[in-house]
């Protein structure tokens, strides 16, 4: 059975930085496309960054420059390195496995999701 629990969240004041995990137990990350999202208070989920199983990465219009995506195989985790935080960028952040080895920006390319984890920046 395929798990991923995310950690890391927390409050932040504004221009600060946090780095979320995501423990994935059940499915190698570094075989399979993985990706970060969020959904702000009473928004969509939207899409974070992604990565595939060859390295490849992409990211959201809106946090390309502050945002790393990155995985550690030892550990089976993916990792989110966030800089420069803004108060919109408040929201509970998810981690999640695609069935395929390439990257994915649609939440329907992913069938395994963590609860999510809350980050909220305080201006």
């Known amino acids: 059975q395929v798990q991923l629990v995310e950690s890391g969240g927390g409050l932040v004041q504004a221009g600060g930085s946090l780095t979320l995990s995501c423990l994935v137990s059940?499915?190698?990350?570094?075989?399979?496309?993985m990706g970060w999202f969020r959904q702000p208070p009473g928004k969509e989920r939207e899409f974070i960054a992604t990565?595939?199983?060859?390295?490849?990465?992409t990211y959201a219009d809106s946090v390309k420059g502050r945002v790393t995506i990155s995985r550690d195989y030892a550990k089976n985790t993916l990792y989110l390195q966030m800089n420069s935080l803004k108060p919109e960028d408040t929201a509970v952040y998810h981690c999640?496995?695609?069935?395929?080895?390439?990257?994915?920006?649609?939440?329907?390319?992913?069938?395994?999701w963590g609860q999510g984890t809350q980050v909220t920046v305080s201006s």
């Open positions: 999640a496995s695609s069935p395929h080895m390439t990257w994915g920006t649609r939440a329907s390319d992913y069938d395994y």
């Open positions: 059940g499915r190698p990350v570094s075989r399979h496309g």
């Open positions: 990565i595939s199983s060859g390295g490849s990465t």
